[in-house]
Each structure stands twice: as structure tokens, then as C-alpha cells.
């Protein structure tokens, strides 16, 4: 007998253990605060910021809902349910916005304790949830994507999909009608607040039509269930479904025979609805970006070809067996063991098998991303708790019993602590990052544009109040090849052409409700061009007349781009037409330095042989052509020391004042980031320095 004994504890008992468990998540979410207080770099208006790039992007649209008004076309997702439940939490909570976002992950992620602790109620395994709640909470995964600073959905992506598997146990287990209100209920909250959960929700109704087909199919329940899960998919308003799913209730309740009769018309009816506000088109289309999207450059709906974004997303791609065990258990062992008792804990309770799509969700995390992981945390907790329960329930004495429940339930916890110690992911920004940021917010407006990498789109939103052409939701081929182009351009007129004409497209893309094209190939055919080729060689003749300007466009650039930039310049350094293949320019950059006397190791076998002013690569050794060391002065004046050894090989910038080699080629030493951002060099006619710092460098196009 598979089944454990009964665990029937009081209401009392129940919320002791509900609040030792949220209290437990918690105060392990504190360690990174603990960590990081005492650094002023990671502060901005006596507060840590976040840690989530995303996260400044719901803050904009909580911030602006608080100031009532946004820019049209500022892309402020206002309409998002985190921006608009923040913002109301502000009028609520007396603490700053910035402490508000810093710790609402941790307040809000750790409420996962809460339906956990209640599925085992709902099986007569109240220990079993506790156990599943503790380790659950803080699980490598579920903690990466809801500790303090890390402000985004996540932070209750898994805490409702998991409250919809307890209301969907108990009315599997109870099977009475006022089961079926809070089925509703709770994906419709889900659905309000991440969109994305169609899917996960569609698969979910038709688990329990597979799940009735399969163990009872005379069973009329069963198809209730089914129908007030379709009820609560429904793309229509939240108070719309509710009200339907209670009028519903009220029919099952009141008028049960002639319910009876009109079930299947009811049931018709309903999927004629969730067919005809979109059916299956959402799970599609989710499918398609993350099971049938390849890498390197492909057309993406579009007649040119660009380099897809998704291929240099380590979310989305495969990962190791022992990482995605870790991140789901703490560790490969745990997991194992957790495998075994989630298989055992689905014979015994048959109601568990509803959480297969949940498990499902998690375990294509083999092969398409790690970020899907976090989706078989709970249930893999739950499958861990009921495996312990299992092996200990026949030690007769009961204070062994629960001195080996808390050893065991320990050795889960402990890979996980072990991680939390170890995982202090720093802050998006640092504090003079943002000083530069607020600075440039005092003198744009908010009709301006900022060009720079995706990256930090939504922090320069956030913090400078402006527009941007790319942010971490928009970020095709066709925003960022411009991106790319402006960045990597090999004279300043090049790039300057580039941002001018691309916020004026940019913008007026925004009106114009006719396009059939993206923004990019609207303006190349705009300008007159056939082949893209042609439109990008003449943006180099000073002759090229640009749009009227109708506002001002900065240039953002800061040292962290140096880390990315590689993979920055694969969106721009690429044919357009898709019929020539670019060589890939060289580009080192290390902070590994050691001088060993005849040469400076730079790390990867790559080094300097000062005798011969010579790179030994591996076995090759490449002239260097020139070296050149870049540092600032005791007040903070840049400084250049050039040293010419020839006319091929490749260049080495010493970046003194950040102990920073880079090795590159003419490629990348010629670009408007390396020439702008290291040298301080700019066309005086077309740009003006904004701000010039250490870490941040902020241009103004002048044309």
C-alpha cells in the first residue's frame, strides 16, 4: 500500500506551519541583503536596487501609473498586472518605490509555501506539504527567480499554476460543486497576471478530459471541472469569468436536474467561446518561438535576413543534466530521489496526476532552457516529501520518526542553502551608472531617445524618463541590427545617419497602421533603396540628407557593454541579403593579467612577447600593429600613451585605469563604442559628450 497514514492536523496547526514555512523562505531571502548593504555602489536613494534588468521595466509602468500619465509610444506596460499591483501596493505600503520592488519577490514568491502546505492538507498529508513547502521555497530555481531584488513576474508564476493544482486536487477528492468557484478563480488570477500561462492552462484542461476519459468517463464531475478550467482560460475579462463560473455554480447548485439536462449544450457553448477569442493560436504561437526557432541568421517575418536573437539567449538553450537537476532539487541526488517519490506519490494519490503539465513544463527545461526548470520545483518537493514520508512512516517510535524526518529534510535544504550563499547576483547598475542615468533624465525629455544595447533599455527608461529603440521585450532582428549598426559603425557619419533616420522611422512606425513591413525595411524602401547594401553604404556620404528631426537622440554606453560586445556585433555584421558570409573579427578582452617578465599573460594562451612586440596565440604569433594605454589622471582627464609597430596585426589597448586588456582587430578597434567609449573620440559635428565618467559615457547627436 502505497498510501500514507493519515496526518490530520487542526486549523491551528495548520497555520503554524504555514507561517514557519513563509517565515523560513524569507529570512533566507535576507542573506543576499545582508550581503549587499554595506556596498554604497549597489544604492540608489538610500535603497539596494534590483537585480532584474526585466524588473525596470514594470517599475517604469508602476511608476508612471502612479504619476497618472506616460509618453504615447514610450512602450510603459501600464496594462501589465504587476505594474498596475505594484503601483497600488505603493499607495498602501509606507516605504519608498525602491524598497517596494527590492522586496516584493521575497514577499510575495515565498506565499508558494502556502498552496504546497495545503495540497497535503488536501491528501491528509499536512507534514508531507510542510516538508514539500520547505524545500520548494528556496529550490535553486524557484530562488534565482524570486530572492529579494529580483522583481519580475516570477515572483508569482509559480505560486498561482501551484494554487490551481490545490484547487483542482481538493475537488478531484471532494467532488462537490462549490469546489469548482475557486478552480476558476485561480486561473484567472493566473491568467491576469501572466498571459503566457494559456498554455499551460490549455494543457491543463485537456489533463483533466484525459484524466476523466481515462478513470471515469460516466463521472459528470469530472467534465465540470473541465468545463470551469475552460471557463477561466477564456481570453475575456477576469470579473466576466467569474461571474460566469459562479452563474454556473448556481445553476449546478439550484437547478441540478435540469442542469443535468443542458450540460453538454453549457460545455459546447463554452468551447465555441475559447475557440473563437483564440483557441490553440497562443499555444502556437509559444511553441513555435521556444521548440521551432533556430539559431544564427534566419528571416524572422521578414524579406531580410538578420541574426536571431534566441541564439544568444542562455535561457533558451539546452542544458547540462546535472545543472537542470540542480536547479530543480539543489542537487542531482535529491532530485533522483524526488523522481522516485513524485512516480509513487502519483500511484497513491490519484489526484496528483493533474501537476503532470506543471512537471511536464519543468522537465523540457532538457531542451528548451533552463528557465522552464522552476515549473517542476514544487511538484518534484512534493515528490521528495511524500519519499521521505514513505521510508519513515514504519519506525514505530515517533521521536525517531521526526528526528529522521528533520535530518533528511535538511540534507535536502542544505545544497540549496549552500547556493543561496553563494548566488550574489550584483545589481543591474551601480550607483554612478545611475547618477549618469538621472543626470541625462534632467536634460532630455521625455520625447527623446537613447540608443543602446537591449540590455539596458528598461533601465534607461527607468531611470532617465526617455524613449529607447530595443529593451528587453523588444529585441528582433530588425530593432537590432540598427542597434548593432550604430555601435559597430566604422565612422561617426555612418552611425549618426543611423540614429537619426531610425527614431524618426521608429516613431512614426507607431502611426502608421498600414505597414506591411517592419520599421527598418520601411525605411530603407522610404529612402529609396532596393537593395538593403546600397541604403547602408551611403549612409557614410556626408551628402545623405536625413529626415527633419523632430526630437533629440543620446548614445549610451557603458563599460559593461565591453563583456557583451562580441556578441553585440553578430546582428550588424552580417549581409542583410543573406547571400555573402562575413568573416567573424577578433575581439579579447581579460582582466587576468600577469607579467611573467619576457611577456604579460593575458590568459586562454593568449600573451604579449615584449621582445618582439609580438602576440602568441596557441602556436601563432600576430604582430601586434599598435599598442595603445588608455587611463585617467588624478583629475580624472583621459590620458593616451600610442605606441605604432607596423601597419598589419592586431591592436592592445591597455585600459589602465580598470586593469583591462583588450586585443582586437580593425574591425572592432574602429567602432563607434571602442573609439567613443575608450577614446573619448567623436566628430565634433555631430556629437556633443553629455556625460564622460568612468563607467558611463553619454553622447548627444547634433544633426
Known sequence: ????????????????????????????????????????????????????????????????????????????????????????????????????????????????????????????????????????????????????????????????????????????????????????ISIALYQWWYPQAYTLDSALFLMIIGFTLLFDRKNIYFYKIALFILIGILSLPMLTKIAMAVALFALFHFQKERSEKVFWYLFAGVLAVYFFTGGLDPVWFRLKIYFFTTGGENTITSSLHYYNVMSTVREA???????????????????????????????????????????????????????????????????????????????????????????????????????????????VLTDQEVVALNELGKIASREDYVVTWWDYGYPVRYYSDVKTWIDGGKHSGDVNYPASFVLTAQDSLSAAHMMRLYTEYTERGFSDTNKTANDFETMITKEGFKDPNDFISSLSLPEYKTPKKTRDVYLFLPLRMMEIFPTVSLFSNLDLTGKEKRPSPFFYTSRMIQDVGQSIELG????????????????????????????????????????????????????????????????????AYIQMFVFEQYDKNLFQPVVLSPLTKIYKLKI
Open 317 to 427: 538553450g539546452e542544458i547540462p543534466f546535472t545543472i537542470f537537476a540542480e536547479r530543480i532539487s539543489g542537487h542531482t541526488v535529491t532530485f533522483i530521489f524526488a523522481c522516485i517519490g513524485y512516480l509513487l506519490a502519483l500511484i497513491a494519490y490519484r489526484p496528483l496526476l493533474v501537476t503532470l503539465p506543471l512537471v511536464g513544463l519543468g522537465f523540457i527545461a532538457m531542451f528548451a532552457g533552463l528557465r522552464f526548470t522552476i515549473y517542476a520545483v514544487p511538484m518534484m518537493a512534493i515528490g521528495f516529501a511524500y519519499l521521505l514520508m514513505f521510508s519513515t512512516q514504519r519506525i514505530e517510535k515517533s521521536w525517531l520518526r521526526t528526528l529522521s524526518l528533520i535530518l533528511l529534510t535538511g540534507a535536502a535544504i542544505y545544497p540549496n542553502y549552500v547556493h543561496i550563499r553563494e548566488y550574489m547576483t550584483p545589481t
Open 604 to 671: 586562454q594562451g593568449i600573451s604579449i612577447v615584449k621582445a618582439t612586440s609580438t602576440l602568441k596565440m596557441g602556436s601563432q604569433n600576430i604582430p601586434i600593429k599598435a599598442f595603445y594605454q588608455v587611463g585617467y589622471d588624478p583629475d580624472h582627464r583621459l590620458k593616451i600613451n600610442k605606441q605604432m609597430f607596423g601597419s598589419d596585426g592586431l591592436t592592445v589597448i591597455y585600459m589602465a585605469s580598470y586593469g583591462q586588456f583588450l586585443v582586437v582587430d580593425d574591425y572592432y578597434f574602429n567602432s
Open 1 to 184: 500500500m502505497l498510501k500514507l497514514r493519515e496526518d490530520r492536523t487542526s486549523t491551528a496547526t495548520l497555520l503554524i506551519l504555514i507561517t514557519l514555512a513563509y517565515l523560513f523562505s524569507i529570512s533566507l531571502r535576507f542573506i543576499w541583503v545582508n550581503e549587499f548593504s554595506t556596498q554604497p555602489q549597489f544604492h540608489w536613494n538610500n535603497e539596494l536596487m534590483i537585480s532584474n534588468n526585466d524588473g525596470y521595466a514594470f517599475a517604469e509602468g508602476g511608476r508612471d501609473i502612479l504619476q497618472g500619465h506616460h509618453e504615447a509610444n514610450d512602450l510603459s506596460p501600464v496594462e501589465t498586472a504587476i505594474s498596475q499591483l505594484t503601483a497600488l501596493l505603493a499607495k498602501i505600503i509606507p516605504v519608498s518605490f525602491e524598497t517596494l520592488i527590492l522586496y516584493m519577490p521575497a514577499f510575495l514568491g515565498s506565499l508558494i509555501v502556502i498552496p504546497l502546505i495545503l495540497i497535503g492538507r488536501a491528501l491528509n498529508q499536512t507534514t508531507m506539504g510542510f516538508i514539500a513547502a520547505l524545500i520548494g521555497s528556496i529550490a535553486n530555481s524557484y530562488y534565482n527567480r524570486t530572492m529579494t531584488g529580483y522583481y519580475d513576474t516570477d515572483m508569482l508564476n509559480i505560486v498561482f499554476p501551484v494554487l490551481e493544482m490545490y484547487t483542482l486536487i481538493l475537488a478531484l477528492t471532494h467532488q462537490r460543486n462549490r469546489y469548482l468557484i475557486p478552480i476558476t
